[in-house]
């Protein structure tokens, strides 16, 4: 059978997306349309939905599309994943005459960066999904769309109205949800360095194993500057944050908040537990 593939993180999964998905099913001769959101972009480090939440958008979005199927085959490995080998492991699974492989014209300037790109363009057919202030010169197929959105751009300016219909709700409360909580842990960053602390960093630990969503870390400058953090803390967070529990002492304070905790350190302490290398092995430092 013939067979396009349309990947990409789907971070959000938008309206252009839809509209690639029915100028390929229109023009395209395929049997089946596979859509295979990344766990994690190989030219990345890290995603903004998290990739089961991500795969879910796209199941809904495309349930009642006929000879479109949404592949976890990527997801399901929890690591990053290069087209290669995705085209490799569907040639097993499939009987494939041919293969279409749909990329954004964004894409087109890392595309022979690819891993075994060289080796993918003898195993598919390029084609381009294309918009406004791109041009493509080279000799693909193109999928000219008049919808000129991308997912880089909501997840900065989010606007439902790029969102599909079945999914508007969901992915608003998520992006709201998302944005508030970054900026509580911002806000605490803040006024950490307004008062002073050093080398104030904040680890995201969402989706990890982890008992909190995130991590602050900073240096104290003196015996009782950690103390007087936690009291500005408090001063200047009282109506907004619950503070509910606090271990004390000159080289460490530590904050519970529930769903964020603080870490405010001497230099000495700093250095020798080095917090970093752990928060970091398991999250994303910012």
């Not at 998905?21 to 049997?31: C, F, P, S, T, W």
């Not at 990344?38 to 030219?43: C, E, G, H, R, V």
């Not at 958008?57 to 990527?74: A, G, Q, R, S, T």
Request: aromatic fraction near 12%.
């Amino acid at each position: 059978m013939n067979v396009a593939i349309f990947g990409g993180s789907f971070d959000p999964i938008h309206v252009g997306h839809v509209d690639v998905v029915e100028r390929a099913l229109k023009m395209l001769d395929i049997d089946m349309l596979f859509i295979i959101p990344t766990y994690l972009n190989p030219f990345k480090d890290s995603f903004f939905a998290p990739p089961f939440l991500r795969l879910k958008w796209c199941e809904k979005v495309f349930k009642n599309y006929k000879n479109v199927k949404i592949l976890d085959i990527e997801i399901s490995k929890n690591r990053k994943v290069t087209t290669y080998e995705t085209v490799l492991e569907l040639k097993k699974i499939y009987d494939i005459s041919k293969i279409y492989l749909i990329v954004g014209a964004d894409n087109l300037q890392t595309l022979n960066k690819w891993f075994q790109y060289e080796e993918l363009l003898k195993m598919v057919k390029v084609v381009v999904a294309n918009r406004k202030g791109y041009n493509c010169e080279n000799n693909f197929l193109i999928l000219d769309s008049d919808i000129d959105i991308s997912s880089s751009f909501l997840r900065e300016h989010f606007d439902i109205r790029y969102i599909p219909d079945s999914i508007k709700q969901i992915v608003e409360k998520f992006y709201k949800t998302r944005v508030f909580m970054e900026n509580r842990v911002k806000k605490i960053v803040a006024l950490l360095e307004e008062k002073k602390a050093e080398e104030v960093a904040f680890f995201d630990l969402r989706g990890k194993d982890y008992f909190v969503d995130f991590v602050v870390v900073a240096t104290t400058l003196a015996d009782k500057h950690g103390f007087a953090l936690l009291n500005y803390l408090k001063d200047n967070l009282r109506k907004e944050e619950s503070f509910l529990h606090v271990d004390e002492s000159d080289d460490w304070v530590v904050v519970d908040m529930g769903d964020i905790l603080i870490h405010l350190m001497s230099q000495k302490y700093r250095e020798k537990y080095n917090l970093e290398d752990f928060l970091e092995s398991i999250g994303k430092k910012k």
